[in-house]
């Protein structure tokens, strides 16, 4: 490769590649931070796509896109706005015109601009960057198709099979643009398709001469530099959130020594849970798929009663679904893991959407005095670790435990270094003594104030449990009042109990902050972005971000009390706000919410924080 | 019969007191399930009795064995969970009308489909009980009640059809009093590897008293019930005359010695036929058109759900590279950073 004409060199830089559905972007996209994150960039990813399968071909409806940021510094988000679109065709173009970053770079392919498809993606002109207003950036105009067709017109492939191409020609040209190596890209072609050598061959001379259509029209185009990033030695491979939330369970398994068992109901955008775990039967995963959602908890709470690790996954409207359920796991006190991966509602909503609006449903979507632990994930990776403590608390405070987490962290990667499962806390499982003379149902570990596990096939532990209220002594059916309202109370201080084993909130940044910025799960990345920037701009912030909601950190009130000006931030009209000033009356929380179905981008933040800094 | 002569009926009782009103016909289903147990030898530990809500869900509170009163119509989800859980466990799911045909309908028809290997007993008493007084899924049309005081105007299930048509390998039916048959249907359910239903007529002697006198009073129930018992030809009546043909599509009443009519021409019961015509036809029958089937009326093998479960899991065990967590995670694109 030779010395090129025009380099920039950047700290960090967001691609997106955006096509039509069947344009094959996700997995370019995908292929494409790999080979970021092998070189040694922190990357974090973020795909969106239609949650039509595919929708009609052209329109702007039927645009998928995945987005990659990556840095020679730490990234937390998969970044606003773009340094680098590809655009597969117009409507692509159009649809992302608005995220593009000042003096960015375009790569559109111009053989899709005929005038079927410019009107398909509502352009009125011939000339879709000036429509699109991007006249004053960087747009290399690639006959990507063409190319493609003349790259491979030697091989005796058919048209759809050239056609399908287009994405390794256009991924091609992208390495060139930021310097990047084939070779994992081709070993990738190579394993996937390597019953059909001709594939391989094709996929392969096209991604080449893709990059070096690069060497060709450098004059025109300058290329990024990016270094690596320091990153923590150790081995890593990409993570997605959902995947993360698999693992975990994975990993509380194996660390516990019980059997996982899942019961769930496909549904957007938690299903990769459920499919991941279905093709775990190597490690001995249970997986039941329901007839419904409310069968997916139930015989998950069975699978618990019978003494296994057990699981349910779903999103928001099967978390309405499961309500009923969960309170007899609460009454029965059995452990049990709800994941609920958020999206926008109510009802059916925005299924492909992220939001943070199931925060009240979690915590009190249920009849009686119904108290759940309530955890919630704030990256795609930590996931796996919320996942993990989710099963611990659980199965260890015998109890049903919500983990939130949301279609952004789901569906977005991160590099993930590959823990050591035996430098991670143990479970113990709190199984009822065969030889406690004075063992019942419901005698209680005074500290934790659970109850302990008696699973059947174990003689002399026969017993009976149920949704009906227990007497307190005995476990026998009660209706007696007094009973009743110590049992409420018992259930609600052994959940508020599992606060002495959560870790204290956090303070992230100035402790003397005119600022406090509070957050709750999956904006985490957002919030600390803007805060850091704004720190580094010489602001006075800090960020007190939330895992534990219920119960939350022994040191909340101290924390909070601290600071005059407080700014709680999600994606809902203020529920963690509300619960905050319900918790602690006399703090004073000022609010910032979005609910469009998409995160936060740090731009908007900052310029917020910035307003409320100059009050 | 017994394998184990140490268990008595009477070691499947707790010390609960039973709260049903007296002359309710779970009393005698109870003794007949404590009986059955007994008799197939089974050790306490190893039974867990799975309910929903309703009068007969308060079942497993009177066994001696491990119970769990769940919430209504998700009994069958629970005990799927408990047995694909612990394949090892003898689950038995008691349910009722309402719980299991009503608002338990999809789970009770998946369960079946999916042929997992629970034994579930169906208390029909064509009411709601516990909620005092309310038509169920299987009031006949017409039926007065309180929240029908003109009538129902909507057709009941038959839960046998709902069964077989739902693809259920074994329907039985019985009669709460009739200890002695139910005992019977119970182990042979019991017996049965996969989902078996066990239908029990039974009487809500405060809601819907004499419900089904028509066919279960002594007076009249030879010849109102044929008791179907697989490999015997299809005959019942006091007097051991009547019987069952085929005529056509549709079967046909008969009395043997009239018309030239002789045993040889009596259907032989065959539970064990895949086919489901016959079965349907047999478990749809009604007084007073037809005698009603009690006895099993349809035992096929097939698939069992939670056996299949264990055979897969085992054989992938065997062929996967992947032993452990940490297998896992550094299978497919692993990096290192230096």
Known sequence: MGKRSKVIERDEVVVRFSGDSGDGMQLTGTLFSYTSAIFGNDISTFPDYPSEIRAPQGTISGVSGFQVHFGHTEVYTPGDYCDVLVAMNPAALKANAKWMKPGGTVILDVDSCDEKNLRKAGYETDDPITESKLSGYNIVKAPITTLTKESLKDMGLDNKSILRSKNMYALGLVYWLFDRPLDHTKDYIKKKFKKNQLIVDANVKVLEDGYNYGNIIQALTPSYHIHPADIKKGKYRNLSGNQAVAWGFLAAAEKSGLELFLGSYPITPATEILQELSARKDLGVKVFQAEDEIAGICTAIGASFAGDLAITTTSGPGLALKGEAIGLAVIAELPLVIVNVQRGGPSTGLPTKTEQSDLMQALYGRNGESPAVIIAASSPTNCFDYAFYAAKIAVEHMTPVILLTDGFLANGTQPWRLPNLEEWPTISVPKADVNDKDWHPYKRDLEKLSRYWATPGTAGLEHRIGGLEKDEQTGAVSHDALNHQRMVEIREEKVQRVANVVPELELLGDEDADVLVVGWGGTFGHLFTAVDELANEGHKLALAHFNYIKPLPRNTYEVLKRYKKIVVCELNLGQFADYLTMNFPDIQTQRFNKVQGQPFTVVELKEHFKTLLEE | ?338
């Open chain 2, 1 to 338: 019969m017994a394998e184990n002569c140490q268990v008595k009926f009477t070691d499947f009782k707790s010390d609960q007191s039973v709260k049903w009103c007296p002359g309710c016909g779970d009393h005698a289903i109870l003794n007949s399930v404590q009986k059955a147990m007994a008799s197939l030898g089974y050790k306490k530990e190893e039974v867990a009795v799975i309910s929903g809500i309703g009068c007969s869900s308060r079942f497993p509170y009177y066994m001696e064995t491990f119970g769990f009163h769940t919430i209504h119509g998700r009994g069958s989800a629970i005990a799927s969970g408990v047995k694909v859980a612990n394949p090892h466990l003898k689950v038995w799911q008691i349910t009722g009308d309402g719980d299991a045909l009503a608002i338990g309908g999809n789970h009770f028809i998946h369960t079946i489909r999916r042929n997992i290997d629970l034994n579930v007993i169906l208390f029909n008493n064509q009411i709601y009980g516990l909620t005092k007084g309310q038509y169920s899924p299987t009031s006949k049309r017409g039926f007065i009640s309180k929240t029908s005081p003109f009538g129902t105007v909507e057709a009941p299930f038959r839960p046998g059809e709902l069964c077989i048509g739902a693809r259920g390998q074994f329907f039985a039916r019985c009669i709460d009093k009739d200890l002695k048959h139910s005992v019977v249907m119970l182990e042979e359910a019991a017996k049965h590897e996969g989902t078996s239903i066990v239908e029990v007529l039974q009487n809500c002697v405060i809601y819907n008293d004499k419900t089904h006198n028509a066919i279960t009073d002594k007076a009249h129930s030879a010849d109102r019930t044929i008791k179907l018992e697989h490999g015997k030809p299809m005959i019942f009546g006091a007097e051991n005359n009547k019987g069952l043909m085929l005529e056509g599509l549709e079967l046909k009443v008969v009395t043997i010695g009239e018309n030239g009519i002789t045993e040889d021409d009596i259907l032989v019961h065959d539970a064990h036929c895949d086919d489901i015509t016959l079965h349907l036809k047999l478990a749809d029958m009604e007084y007073p058109e037809y005698p009603v089937a009690l006895g099993v009326i349809r035992s096929v093998k097939a698939p069992v759900y939670d056996q299949c479960v264990a055979k897969q899991l085992a054989e992938v065990q065997e062929q996967s590279q992947i032993k452990s967590f940490n297998d896992l995670i550094h299978s497919g694109d692993v990096w290192d950073v230096e």
